[in-house]
């Protein structure tokens, strides 16, 4: 026997549609395919939700329903700092923002490193993307020092000896060679105080340029510095998924 749906909250179409996973006819065909769970129940037409406590999955992954829920990227400029204020006074990535929610920083990037800062106001993703225990992703763009050999590009990927202990695994992989310079994308999934600096250091190349070009699955892409985007719902579902909420 089909359990009575509750009577109270928005009618589950409404609110996913508003949650950017589909029209109301493309949700209404989700549920019909059993494709939706609220609460771990499997979900049935016509039955309504509480955004602000309901669980909401889609194909088993979890849907964020807050209505004042917000996602941006923000490709942060060299020389401003990665958190809400600064007693010196130096820009942050919230001068930035020209929008009237409030927002903050996931996670930090240091002055002299530019690229994809995620700035919201959602403390569950904001906790897991920055939890270590969760390891999700980050991607680096870095130009480096000196022409570097393929054995020091295996020892970065087996990790590397620094003063707060041994880095765990990372994927390195060579880009380009240029005059006195290489260029390297490294992921790593760890998130200690400029770790690919030094990491970097510890194999005899100095950084010339950092940049992180992705967050787990969203990438900066042709974001310009300086510039804020939203994060669209797939963007955002899909930062859920890699962090296991």
């Known amino acids: 026997m089909t359990p009575e749906a509750p009577s109270e909250g928005e009618r589950?179409?409404?609110?996913?549609?508003?949650?950017?996973?589909?029209?109301?006819?493309?949700?209404?065909?989700?549920?019909?395919?059993?494709?939706?769970?609220?609460n771990g129940v499997k979900a049935v037409l016509g039955r309504r939700v509480d955004?602000?406590?309901?669980?909401?999955?889609?194909?088993?992954?979890?849907?964020?329903?807050?209505?004042d829920l917000r996602y941006y990227m923000l490709n942060?400029?060299?020389?401003?700092?990665?958190?809400?204020?600064?007693?010196?006074?130096?820009?942050?990535?919230?001068?930035?923002?020209?929008?009237?929610?409030?927002?903050?920083?996931?996670?930090?990037?240091?002055?002299?490193?530019?690229?994809?800062?995620?700035?919201?106001?959602?403390?569950?993703l904001t906790h897991h993307l920055t939890h270590p225990s969760f390891e999700v992703p980050r991607t680096y763009l870095?130009?480096?020092?000196?022409s570097v050999k393929e054995r020091t590009l295996r020892a970065l990927a087996r990790g590397v000896d620094l003063e707060d202990g041994g880095t765990a695994p990372a994927q390195v992989d060579l880009l380009d060679r240029m005059a006195g310079s290489a260029l390297i994308e490294i992921t790593i999934h760890e998130g200690?105080?400029?770790?690919?600096?030094?990491?970097?250091?510890?194999?005899?190349?100095?950084?010339?340029?950092?940049?992180?070009?992705?967050?787990?699955?969203?990438r900066l892409g042709r974001l310009k510095p300086g510039d804020l985007r939203r994060l669209s719902p797939e963007e955002v579902r899909s930062l859920y998924r890699a962090c296991g909420l």
């Open 192 to 218: 200690r105080n400029r770790q690919v600096r030094r990491m970097f250091e510890a194999v005899g190349h100095p950084v010339v340029r950092l940049a992180r070009t992705a967050v787990g699955p969203v």
């Open 51 to 67: 955004a602000s406590k309901d669980v909401v999955e889609v194909d088993g992954s979890r849907v964020p329903l807050g209505a």
């Open 142 to 146: 870095a130009e480096v020092k000196g």
């Open 76 to 124: 942060k400029p060299v020389g401003v700092v990665s958190t809400a204020d600064d007693p010196e006074g130096r820009p942050t990535v919230l001068d930035y923002v020209e929008v009237p929610d409030r927002l903050w920083p996931v996670g930090r990037l240091d002055i002299e490193t530019e690229g994809l800062i995620i700035l919201t106001n959602d403390g569950d």
């Open 12 to 38: 589950l179409q409404k609110v996913l549609a508003k949650a950017g996973v589909g029209s109301r006819r493309a949700v209404e065909e989700m549920i019909a395919a059993g494709r939706i769970k609220v």
